[in-house]
């Protein structure tokens, strides 16, 4: 609607003026003051009109000359109570636009298109008509005819407010809208600039301004107000502020342009260089001297080097420099000279910008050298890398004189002395994600790492002080070292609210450094020196291994909130530790145990300071109130197992005086224990107290010392705990050697293995011969109180080269240490070596078929220190795998079969672990601090389990196994080991195993696999009375006690199986069967005694006897042969007979043990052919020895004979028994002991 708002139109030639509604409701056309439905103009004359409305939007009038529309005018929400701004968008030079209205010329022929709409950006622009040809643009005022009286408030939206805020539309220009106001008495708008140095626009009609003449890359704020046209001129509030940049002028460089006769040398240039796209600068100083404030410096790619592409300035203006494509495209090469890279001197600030350029190779020799060197400046650095740069006692970005700089999404790399260093007047802000690798941070200054930034480190030391509430994150493998009298205080204001360290590396606090009010999620952390901890919440995973949160020296740990996954805290050794751990909150919950999963471990550390008792009994008591935490108590908060979840409690390291094992008598304080549903809690001869307690009805809780328990294991499934717990020496810089990765889908287990590959050195900056670099790969396990561990991992060779294998070491340091390094000895200890085996077996791609081979050895941890955590190291030994390397210069993770066929060194490791077994016990299975027949019984009842952790992976069963016999498995041997134990007199507390000669020492108890899987049959237990207890071959009178339910007894049975009685033997304990010979004749086989008549003679024909000078066939060397158990108790060594066979002139029995006299080399088992005599010491001749020498390289386990059988032609068959590596064997030897044959039973 248009009321009293009028438009005055000169004609030159007759028009009609037409009005078609656009919208709805009633519209028609008042022309000097009469209602019309067509107004006719003829030339020369002047019509007033109006165009009327019910209610529509908008409508259109069409100018007609003849039957030919010459033009259009649109416009859209006209407001009755106001005058309205329209705007022709096209006019037409050949007419004039005057105050008082429009003049057309005439111009027959010509169809011309007006819209009446509000001005566009710009003042003036053109269009193409019909005719083709161009026409300039004006405007058309609409000029109102008188206003109300009396108006006397302001128009509305009032304050005003913006229909288009500020938008730049080109590096000098802002065009802006605002709201059309109303007001009865007319408009007018002031648009004002606040900041920025832009121009006002006085009073106008339009509601649109365009502010020009203005600075590039610069920021410029706007208000807006109205004012109505009345006498009063009644204005509205400002409109909120609103803020616009300008783009920026773009100046190119390029150090190879099409015209420049110098490419790459600055010095000799194109002569119309102007910074323009044609004719670039070619050095980066000229184009920042020629550009303006709010420039932009495009760079092309290209290496720029020499006069203006070093030690360059900005020279205080606020302009970018900017690369095409990226750092690594753009590259300021000092090419080792004596200068620097930026140099921002001028007091610039955060708009002056260098983004995405790599800066290398300088050499600076002054203290203050830098690749970017701000003072009393911030300029903003945003996606550079600064990289191998030499500065002195400078730093990649050198801050001082109260500089600020902003660095964003930056790699600061391998730069000496430092990546950067902040003076103590200076800061320097991160944004976006900032990553130094191999660079110190220095200074005494603070770095400021807001919310949503990341500052990334790999291997570096930080001696500036850092704040915010961001994140610092070490990756997998990386280290962070906080030295010196850095702070890094993470405090806020806001509630909850800290900044983070997510450490998947090493974190390490030394000399006075402080961390507090901070978020910390540590895979490993060492608080070292008189290092402060405070106020942080510190969150620990699973993944975590044990005791890898560490205090040393004289570490303060005091007010932090600890939440642990299982006993993964804060660990001392209290002896020498002098610092302060007070006021910490311990919250623990128990994951482990689930799902298959080995049972946690939690140590004891608290003093009992209520038992009154000389030796209290263990349990769970309650207390009306648990203390606090202190260095006295180690108070858990909450100690939660969740469902299924399972922990056994240990004291394993000494956390309170005397510090002595035989007086340990730590407990656990702890405020709110619960535990789940089908939870198992072990307290393991242990004192818990409790302030509160829930358990589920169906949680169970034991008594029970462990006998084992898994220390810790990498099976390599998944791809986290492979990066937090394994190092490697691969290197990515200066280029790519990838030594050892983590491989899936292929067999033999494609759920995750460890591949290890030599490789030959390929520099491309120096091709000459490459040396072979051996594949290293060290893992973290749980830290370690005991005197001997059992290290066990599975292995495939995927070459058949008789060069390569495989080195193994404990180390009580996490990082590698060079073979030369003088600190080597101290830390490290050779426990093995492993050659490729020999084809065929298990371990080796020979057969064709991928097998693994387990490698276990019981180890004696000696002079090294395991309280902070066990390392395990591989070295690969052996020539370069030749496969070509793959894009990148890295390996692809091809299939086994795929690799190494050069016979280059490559293997795979699986299910890497350590356990724990019979720690300080070995015969003592059942704790009552004597060997007795309670042990022997409790061999009995585990008799036909597998010799491992148990189901439940909360005991072992592996101290039953391994004194005879160590075949992975409880069975009669075990049993007879027992019996033979008990019936010596000895004590055994300690005694783990029977030499098989003098050459060799007393092993441990074997191990079985790592890998818990169910048992055929639950754990037995011995029942308070024997009455009912019915052991084969044993005495079954419902009175015995356990002696006499020990003693032997040989029962007979009829050919229907119906027991026809039983005697007593002679020999009544440690009998292991009963043999035959070709008369008929009985014969009992005795661990101490050897084999026996079983008559009434009770005659031993083959007592323990020694023979000398044997030449054996194994070496071809002279040997003692040991027949049956040598000496008695702890003096015992060899085997006892385990079985027997008769022919009409000798006996065969198994096993003997054969001594070479050559001291390096070992004792073995083989089968004997002995022609007994009539006296003699001992009454029996060897006459055969029966041996299948193992091949070269051989990893079987062929010392475990137990059975020998003879057929009718004399041939003799020996059966081999042991669970790893496929020794389950059987071979066949003719009656002279020459081998026919040999059988793996798997």
Same mark, same amino acid.
């Given at each position: 609607?248009?009321?009293?708002?009028?438009?005055?139109?000169?004609?030159?030639?007759?028009?009609?003026?037409?009005?078609?509604?656009?919208?709805?409701?009633?519209?028609?056309?008042?022309?000097?003051?009469?209602?019309?439905?067509?107004?006719?103009?003829?030339?020369?004359?002047?019509?007033?009109?109006?165009?009327?409305?019910?209610?529509?939007?908008?409508?259109?009038?069409?100018?007609?000359?003849?039957?030919?529309?010459?033009?259009?005018?649109?416009?859209?929400?006209?407001?009755?109570?106001?005058?309205?701004?329209?705007?022709?968008?096209?006019?037409?030079?050949?007419?004039?636009?005057?105050?008082?209205?429009?003049?057309?010329?005439?111009?027959?022929?010509?169809?011309?298109?007006?819209?009446?709409?509000?001005?566009?950006?710009?003042?003036?622009?053109?269009?193409?008509?019909?005719?083709?040809?161009?026409?300039?643009?004006?405007?058309?005022?609409?000029?109102?005819?008188?206003?109300?009286?009396?108006?006397?408030?302001?128009?509305?939206?009032?304050?005003?407010?913006?229909?288009?805020?500020?938008?730049?539309?080109?590096?000098?220009?802002?065009?802006?809208?605002?709201?059309?106001?109303?007001?009865?008495?007319?408009?007018?708008?002031?648009?004002?600039?606040?900041?920025?140095?832009?121009?006002?626009?006085?009073?106008?009609?339009?509601?649109?301004?365009?502010?020009?003449?203005?600075?590039?890359?610069?920021?410029?704020?706007?208000?807006?107000?109205?004012?109505?046209?009345?006498?009063?001129?009644?204005?509205?509030?400002?409109?909120?502020?609103?803020?616009?940049?300008?783009?920026?002028?773009?100046?190119?460089?390029?150090?190879?342009?099409?015209?420049?006769?110098?490419?790459?040398?600055?010095?000799?240039?194109?002569?119309?260089?102007?910074?323009?796209?044609?004719?670039?600068?070619?050095?980066?100083?000229?184009?920042?001297?020629?550009?303006?404030?709010?420039?932009?410096?495009?760079?092309?790619?290209?290496?720029?080097?020499?006069?203006?592409?070093?030690?360059?300035?900005?020279?205080?203006?606020?302009?970018?420099?900017?690369?095409?494509?990226?750092?690594?495209?753009?590259?300021?090469?000092?090419?080792?000279?004596?200068?620097?890279?930026?140099?921002?001197?001028?007091?610039?600030?955060?708009?002056?910008?260098?983004?995405?350029?790599?800066?290398?190779?300088?050499?600076?020799?002054?203290?203050?050298?830098?690749?970017?060197?701000?003072?009393?400046?911030?300029?903003?650095?945003?996606?550079?890398?600064?990289?191998?740069?030499?500065?002195?006692?400078?730093?990649?970005?050198?801050?001082?004189?109260?500089?600020?700089?902003?660095?964003?999404?930056?790699?600061?790399?391998?730069?000496?002395?430092?990546?950067?260093?902040?003076?103590?007047?200076?800061?320097?802000?991160?944004?976006?994600?900032?990553?130094?690798?191999?660079?110190?941070?220095?200074?005494?200054?603070?770095?400021?790492?807001?919310?949503?930034?990341?500052?990334?480190?790999?291997?570096?030391?930080?001696?500036?002080?850092?704040?915010?509430?961001?994140?610092?994150?070490?990756?997998?493998?990386?280290?962070?070292?906080?030295?010196?009298?850095?702070?890094?205080?993470?405090?806020?204001?806001?509630?909850?609210?800290?900044?983070?360290?997510?450490?998947?590396?090493?974190? $390490?606090?030394?000399? #006075?450094?402080?961390?507090?009010?901070?978020?910390?999620?540590?895979?490993?952390?060492?608080?070292?020196?008189?290092?402060?901890?405070?106020?942080?919440?510190?969150?620990?995973?699973?993944?975590?291994?044990?005791?890898?949160?560490?205090?040393?020296?004289?570490?303060?740990?005091?007010?932090?909130?600890?939440?642990?996954?299982?006993?993964?805290?804060?660990?001392?050794?209290?002896?020498?530790?002098?610092?302060?751990?007070?006021?910490?909150?311990?919250?623990?919950?128990?994951?482990?145990?689930?799902? #298959?999963?080995?049972?946690?471990?939690?140590?004891?550390?608290?003093?009992?300071?209520?038992?009154?008792?000389?030796?209290?009994?263990?349990?769970?008591?309650?207390?009306?109130?648990?203390?606090?935490?202190?260095?006295?108590?180690?108070?858990?908060?909450?100690?939660?197992?969740?469902?299924?979840?399972?922990?056994?409690?240990?004291?394993?390291?000494?956390?309170?005086?005397?510090?002595?094992?035989?007086?340990?008598?730590?407990?656990?304080?702890?405020?709110?224990?619960?535990?789940?549903?089908?939870?198992?809690?072990?307290?393991?001869?242990?004192?818990?107290?409790?302030?509160?307690?829930?358990?589920?009805?169906?949680?169970?809780?034991?008594?029970?010392?462990?006998?084992?328990?898994?220390?810790?294991?990498?099976?390599?499934?998944?791809?986290?705990?492979?990066?937090?717990?394994?190092?490697? #020496?691969?290197?990515?810089?200066?280029?790519?050697?990838?030594?050892?990765?983590?491989?899936?889908?292929?067999?033999?287990?494609?759920?995750?293995?460890?591949?290890?590959?030599?490789?030959?050195?390929?520099?491309?900056?120096?091709?000459?011969?490459?040396?072979?670099?051996?594949? $290293?790969?060290?893992?973290?396990?749980?830290?370690?109180?005991?005197?001997?561990?059992?290290?066990?991992?599975?292995?495939?060779?995927?070459?058949?080269?008789?060069?390569?294998?495989?080195?193994?070491?404990?180390?009580?340091?996490?990082?590698?240490?060079?073979?030369?390094?003088?600190?080597?000895?101290?830390?490290?200890?050779?426990?093995?070596?492993?050659?490729?085996?020999?084809?065929?077996?298990?371990?080796?791609?020979?057969?064709?078929?991928?097998?693994?081979?387990?490698?276990?050895?019981?180890?004696?941890?000696?002079?090294? #220190?395991?309280?902070?955590?066990?390392?395990?190291?591989?070295?690969?030994?052996?020539?370069?795998?030749?496969?070509?390397?793959?894009?990148?210069?890295?390996?692809?993770?091809?299939?086994?079969?795929?690799?190494?066929?050069?016979?280059?060194?490559?293997?795979?490791?699986?299910?890497?672990?350590?356990?724990?077994?019979?720690?300080?016990?070995?015969?003592?299975?059942?704790?009552?601090?004597?060997?007795?027949?309670?042990?022997?019984?409790?061999?009995?009842?585990?008799?036909?389990?597998?010799?491992?952790?148990?189901?439940?992976?909360?005991?072992?069963?592996?101290?039953?196994?391994?004194?005879?016999?160590?075949?992975?498995?409880?069975?009669?041997?075990?049993?007879?080991?027992?019996?033979?134990?008990?019936?010596?007199?000895?004590?055994?507390?300690?005694?783990?195993?029977?030499?098989?000669?003098?050459?060799?020492?007393?092993?441990?108890?074997?191990?079985?696999?790592?890998?818990?899987?169910?048992?055929?049959?639950?754990?037995?237990?011995?029942?308070?009375?024997?009455?009912?207890?019915?052991?084969?071959?044993? $005495?079954?009178?419902?009175?015995?006690?356990?002696?006499?339910?020990?003693?032997?007894?040989?029962?007979?049975?009829?050919?229907?199986?119906?027991?026809?009685?039983?005697?007593?033997?002679?020999?009544?304990?440690?009998?292991?069967?009963?043999?035959?010979?070709?008369?008929?004749?009985?014969?009992?086989?005795?661990?101490?005694?050897?084999?026996?008549?079983?008559?009434?003679?009770?005659?031993?024909?083959?007592?323990?006897?020694?023979?000398?000078?044997?030449?054996?066939?194994?070496?071809?060397?002279?040997?003692?042969?040991?027949?049956?158990?040598?000496?008695?108790?702890?003096?015992?060594?060899?085997?006892?007979?385990?079985?027997?066979?008769?022919?009409?002139?000798?006996?065969?029995?198994?096993?003997?043990?054969?001594?070479?006299?050559?001291?390096?080399?070992?004792?073995?088992?083989?089968?004997?052919?002995?022609?007994?005599?009539?006296?003699?010491?001992?009454?029996?001749?060897?006459?055969?020895?029966?041996?299948?020498?193992?091949?070269?390289?051989?990893?079987?386990?062929?010392?475990?004979? $137990?059975?020998?059988?003879?057929?009718?032609?004399?041939?003799?068959?020996?059966?081999?028994?042991?669970?790893?590596?496929?020794?389950?064997?059987?071979?066949?030897?003719?009656?002279?002991?020459?081998?026919?044959?040999?059988?793996?039973?798997?």
């Amino acid at each position: 609607m248009l009321r009293d708002t009028h438009l005055i139109i000169y004609l030159a030639v007759p028009a009609v003026l037409l009005l078609t509604p656009v919208a709805y409701g009633d519209i028609f056309l008042t022309a000097n003051g009469e209602e019309v439905d067509v107004i006719v103009i003829d030339v020369n004359d002047t019509a007033t009109f109006e165009v009327v409305s019910d209610n529509f939007d908008s409508y259109t009038a069409y100018f007609y000359h003849g039957l030919t529309a010459i033009g259009i005018f649109s416009h859209i929400d006209t407001r009755p109570e106001a005058g309205e701004y329209a705007y022709v968008e096209q006019a037409i030079d050949m007419f004039q636009i005057g105050a008082d209205g429009i003049e057309f010329p005439p111009v027959p022929g010509i169809h011309f298109i007006f819209l009446f709409e509000p001005p566009p950006e710009f003042e003036e622009f053109d269009v193409i008509l019909k005719d083709e040809f161009w026409i300039d643009v004006d405007s058309i005022h609409i000029v109102p005819m008188g206003a109300p009286p009396d108006d006397v408030t302001p128009p509305e939206p009032d304050p005003m407010t913006w229909a288009s805020p500020p938008e730049a539309i080109g590096h000098d220009r802002i065009t802006m809208t605002a709201t059309a106001a109303s007001d009865l008495s007319g408009v007018e708008y002031y648009f004002e600039c606040v900041s920025g140095g832009g121009h006002d626009s006085d009073w106008q009609l339009s509601p649109i301004y365009m502010d020009t003449l203005l600075l590039p890359s610069t920021e410029y704020t706007y208000r807006v107000k109205a004012r109505d046209m009345s006498e009063l001129q009644n204005e509205t509030d400002w409109s909120v502020p609103a803020s616009a940049t300008t783009f920026s002028r773009a100046v190119y460089v390029d150090d190879d342009a099409l015209f420049d006769p110098g490419p790459g040398d600055p010095d000799i240039s194109d002569p119309y260089e102007d910074g323009s796209m044609e004719h670039p600068f070619d050095a980066i100083q000229e184009a920042i001297d020629a550009a303006m404030p709010g420039d932009t410096v495009i760079v092309l790619d290209g290496t720029y080097t020499g006069t203006g592409n070093h030690d360059i300035s900005f020279l205080g203006k606020p302009i970018t420099i900017r690369s095409q494509n990226g750092p690594d495209n753009c590259i300021i090469d000092a090419q080792g000279g004596n200068v620097g890279g930026f140099n921002f001197t001028h007091g610039e600030g955060a708009d002056s910008v260098v983004d995405g350029v790599k800066i290398i190779n300088i050499h600076f020799s002054v203290p203050s050298g830098a690749a970017i060197h701000s003072d009393g400046s911030s300029p903003t650095i945003k996606n550079c890398i600064i990289r191998d740069n030499i500065l002195g006692e400078g730093g990649a970005v050198y801050c001082s004189s109260y500089s600020n700089p902003t660095i964003i999404d930056c790699t600061i790399r391998h730069n000496n002395a430092h990546g950067i260093w902040i003076g103590f007047d200076s800061t320097a802000l991160i944004l976006g994600t900032v990553r130094f690798i191999s660079n110190n941070l220095a200074g005494y200054g603070t770095l400021q790492i807001p919310a949503d930034a990341t500052l990334e480190v790999h291997n570096c030391e930080v001696t500036c002080n850092i704040a915010g509430v961001g994140t610092v994150y070490v990756p997998y493998g990386k280290e962070l070292v906080v030295k010196e009298n850095a702070v890094v205080d993470f405090f806020s204001v806001e509630p909850n609210t800290k900044g983070t360290i997510q450490c998947d590396g090493l974190l $390490r606090v030394q000399d #006075n450094a402080e961390i507090s009010n901070a978020n910390i999620n540590p895979a490993f952390a060492s608080f070292e020196g008189n290092a402060v901890i405070s106020g942080n919440v510190i969150t620990t995973r699973a993944e975590t291994p044990y005791g890898q949160l560490v205090a040393r020296d004289s570490a303060i740990i005091i007010g932090n909130v600890f939440n642990a996954n299982g006993d993964r805290y804060i660990d001392v050794n209290p002896q020498p530790f002098t610092g302060v751990i007070q006021d910490n909150q311990v919250f623990v919950t128990v994951t482990e145990g689930r799902n #298959n999963t080995p049972p946690g471990l939690f140590e004891l550390r608290g003093q009992d300071m209520f038992c009154s008792e000389p030796l209290c009994e263990p349990g769970l008591y309650p207390l009306p109130a648990v203390p606090d935490f202190n260095a006295n108590t180690w108070t858990v908060e909450k100690f939660e197992l969740l469902d299924g979840a399972k922990a056994t409690l240990t004291k394993r390291f000494d956390y309170q005086p005397p510090y002595a094992p035989d007086l340990d008598e730590d407990v656990l304080y702890v405020k709110h224990l619960i535990l789940g549903s089908n939870s198992f809690l072990n307290i393991g001869f242990n004192r818990v107290y409790y302030e509160e307690l829930d358990a589920a009805p169906d949680a169970v809780v034991k008594e029970k010392p462990p006998m084992g328990y898994l220390l810790d294991r990498i099976p390599f499934d998944s791809q986290t705990e492979y990066e937090t717990k394994v190092v490697s #020496n691969n290197f990515y810089e200066p280029y790519p050697m990838i030594f050892v990765e983590r491989v899936e889908g292929i067999e033999p287990d494609p759920t995750g293995m460890l591949r290890m590959r030599n490789l030959s050195e390929i520099d491309p900056c120096f091709p000459g011969d490459p040396r072979v670099l051996n594949a $290293r790969a060290k893992g973290l396990f749980s830290k370690s109180g005991e005197d001997k561990v059992l290290i066990r991992f599975s292995y495939l060779f995927e070459t058949n080269n008789p060069e390569v294998g495989l080195e193994i070491y404990i180390s009580d340091v996490p990082y590698m240490l060079a073979h030369n390094d003088p600190l080597r000895a101290e830390h490290y200890m050779k426990i093995g070596y492993l050659p490729v085996p020999a084809p065929d077996q298990p371990g080796t791609t020979g057969s064709g078929i991928a097998r693994l081979a387990v490698f276990q050895r019981v180890i004696s941890t000696e002079y090294l #220190n395991f309280t902070d955590g066990m390392w395990l190291e591989l070295e690969l030994i052996g020539p370069a795998v030749s496969q070509p390397l793959a894009a990148g210069m890295g390996f692809d993770t091809g299939g086994a079969e795929s690799v190494s066929s050069d016979g280059g060194a490559s293997v795979l490791i699986d299910d890497w672990g350590v356990e724990v077994h019979c720690d300080g016990i070995c015969m003592d299975v059942n704790w009552d601090t004597i060997v007795s027949e309670g042990d022997f019984l409790t061999v009995i009842a585990a008799c036909g389990l597998p010799a491992s952790l148990d189901p439940n992976a909360t005991d072992s069963l592996v101290c039953l196994d391994g004194f005879f016999s160590g075949d992975g498995f409880v069975d009669p041997l075990d049993v007879i080991s027992w019996d033979w134990a008990v019936d010596s007199g000895d004590s055994f507390l300690f005694y783990c195993g029977v030499p098989l000669g003098e050459t060799a020492a007393a092993s441990a108890a074997g191990s079985g696999e790592i890998t818990v899987s169910p048992a055929s049959s639950p754990y037995l237990s011995l029942p308070d009375a024997l009455g009912d207890l019915l052991i084969a071959g044993k $005495r079954s009178t419902s009175g015995d006690n356990s002696e006499l339910k020990s003693k032997d007894r040989l029962y007979v049975f009829d050919n229907n199986g119906v027991c026809e009685g039983w005697s007593a033997p002679e020999s009544d304990r440690c009998n292991i069967r009963v043999v035959g010979d070709m008369d008929g004749n009985l014969y009992q086989i005795n661990s101490a005694d050897g084999v026996l008549r079983l008559d009434d003679t009770n005659e031993v024909i083959i007592p323990p006897g020694e023979i000398t000078d044997v030449n054996e066939p194994r070496y071809n060397k002279a040997a003692v042969v040991y027949v049956g158990l040598m000496g008695s108790g702890e003096d015992a060594m060899g085997r006892p007979i385990f079985d027997a066979a008769f022919d009409a002139s000798y006996v065969y029995v198994v096993p003997v043990v054969v001594d070479p006299n050559d001291p390096n080399e070992e004792p073995y088992a083989a089968a004997a052919k002995l022609l007994l005599l009539e006296s003699g010491e001992p009454p029996y001749q060897l006459v055969q020895l029966y041996d299948d020498p193992p091949p070269e390289n051989d990893n079987q386990y062929r010392n475990n004979l $137990r059975e020998i059988e003879l057929d009718a032609a004399g041939n003799v068959y020996v059966v081999n028994a042991h669970s790893l590596n496929e020794s389950d064997m059987v071979f066949k030897y003719d009656p002279n002991g020459t081998k026919i044959q040999s059988l793996s039973l798997g």
